[in-house]
């Protein structure tokens, strides 16, 4: 399955801005989230992508993409229809064929020579089936994402077949719907946020949408998807991080570097920083 065309969606009330703040890359360079982004699907193969955003946003995000222009088109989601709606506005440039998706809050950090989205294109090429990234998730966490369950795949460590999709489930939801084999209790695989869909999402999502102009959701579309043809589950173990959370812009960054060419000096920052705090003793036989 060859895969050329890849979606960003950026266009929720509250991610809107997300994309467009500015980060040094693991390169030293410093670009705005939505440049990172579009690089990440280019080291995939990707020829084409199409950044959904907020009907007015285009200028600000083609300056931001100014680098990459020639290689990005942008499409504004008519009415705020959710999720699936964002990624269903971009089904023109899709057209019928099977694209890689990443969400415009979300930045992911690797440390090995092959980027996330290599290697989720690589297996979705070698599978020829959707395949969504997935992360072993801590139960706590499980409000923050949709997770998956279903059956490993013979033969392989990090692959799932798909049988079960649940939005932000409960824990309790999580333990009598999601279990899966081979993962300890407690922990499930949630969305890494990054996906490879055939052209029957789209045709879902459509139906989904019907005429009646409500929101569209992902996550019973890709229910749907999993009892339509084959969807697999790649167990992703670098790290996606959701700038749009408290905090979340700042631990990116640090894992950015962290991971990248000037990992050696920011330690030694943080560890002068460290180093420079005042701690405050409890005082008499308290100490």
């Known amino acids: 399955m060859k895969v050329e065309k890849a979606v960003i969606t950026a266009a929720g009330a509250n991610q809107r801005m997300l994309p467009l703040q ?15 982004l579009i690089e990440e699907a280019l080291s995939a193969g990707v020829e ?3 950044v959904v955003v ?3 946003d285009q200028g600000r995000y083609e300056q931001a993409a100014e680098r990459h222009a020639h290689r990005v088109r942008f499409i504004p989601q008519g009415q705020p229809l959710g999720y699936g709606g964002a990624i269903l506005a971009a089904r023109e440039f899709t057209a019928g064929q099977p694209f890689l998706h990443l969400v415009g809050d979300h930045l992911y950090v690797t440390r090995d020579v092959k980027t996330c989205a290599q290697r989720l294109m690589e297996c979705a090429a070698r599978e020829e089936c ?12 499980l409000s923050h994402f949709g997770a998956v369950g279903g059956r490993r795949v013979p033969g392989h460590r990090d692959l799932y077949r798909i049988e079960t999709v649940l939005e932000k489930p409960t824990p309790t939801q999580a333990e009598q719907q999601l279990m899966v084999s081979g993962i300890r209790a407690g922990s499930y695989l949630c969305f890494f946020g990054m996906h490879v869909f055939t052209p029957n999402v789209m045709d879902l999502l459509s139906a989904a949408a019907g005429n009646h102009g409500n929101p569209v959701p992902l996550t019973p ?19 996606r991080y959701d700038i749009g959370e408290r905090y979340g812009l700042l631990m990116a960054q640090f894992a950015l ?6 990992r050696n000096d920011v330690l030694a920052r943080l560890v002068e920083l460290l180093a420079s705090r005042e701690i405050s003793l409890p005082s008499g036989g308290d100490r």
């Open 54 to 56: 907020w009907p007015g």
């Open 130 to 141: 959707a395949v969504s990234a997935v992360q072993i998730t801590r139960e706590g966490m």
């Open 257 to 262: 570097a962290l991971n990248g060419r000037d």
């Open 48 to 50: 084409e992508v199409c």
């Open 221 to 239: 579309v890709l229910a749907s998807l999993g009892q339509r043809e084959q969807y697999l589950a790649l167990v992703e173990a670098d790290h």
């Open 22 to 36: 500015t980060v040094i890359d693991r390169d030293g360079t410093e670009k705005p989230v939505l440049t990172i």
